[in-house]
Nanobody
Framework: QVQLVESGGGLVQAGDSLRLSCATS??????MGWFRQAPGKEREFVAA????????YYGDSVKGRFTISRDNAKNTVYLQMNSLKPEDTAVYYC?????????????????????WGQGTQVTVSS
């Protein structure tokens, strides 16, 4: 059974940094992504990375502030979040996608991902 386990969320102040981790159950995927959902809003794409080549993709609202990376040996994906803003407050979800078809132009679509973690809360106070 595939499991994605997120960690690293918390309460921080604006301008602070946090690093989220997503550990897989030992299985590798074509790509891993981070999405977030704030109360009353739709789920939003944050960042993604392909497992083999390390190609990265970012949502416009986090470009230049967030960095996604992976550790192949640990089967873990990270999301380094710097210069956090109150509008970054949300539940952050890790997701894993198996299929490569069309990924380069569909990476931001939640249905491209087959497995999801339980989510971790990030709260940024002003």
């Amino acid at each position: 059974q595939v499991q994605l386990v997120e960690s690293g969320g918390g309460l921080v102040q604006a301008g602070d940094s946090l690093r989220l981790s997503c550990a897989t159950s030992g299985r590798t995927f074509y790509a891993m992504g981070w999405f977030r959902q704030a109360p009353g809003k739709e789920r939003e794409f944050v960042a993604a990375i392909t497992w083999s080549t390390g190609s990265t993709y970012y949502g416009d609202s986090v470009k230049g502030r967030f960095t996604i990376s992976r550790d192949n040996a640990k089967n873990t994906v990270y999301l380094q979040m710097n210069s956090l803003k109150p509008e970054d407050t949300a539940v952050y979800y890790c997701a894993a996608g198996k299929g490569a078809a069309g990924y380069t132009y569909m990476y931001y679509l939640s249905y491209k991902y087959d497995y999801w973690g339980q989510g971790t809360q990030v709260t940024v106070s002003s």
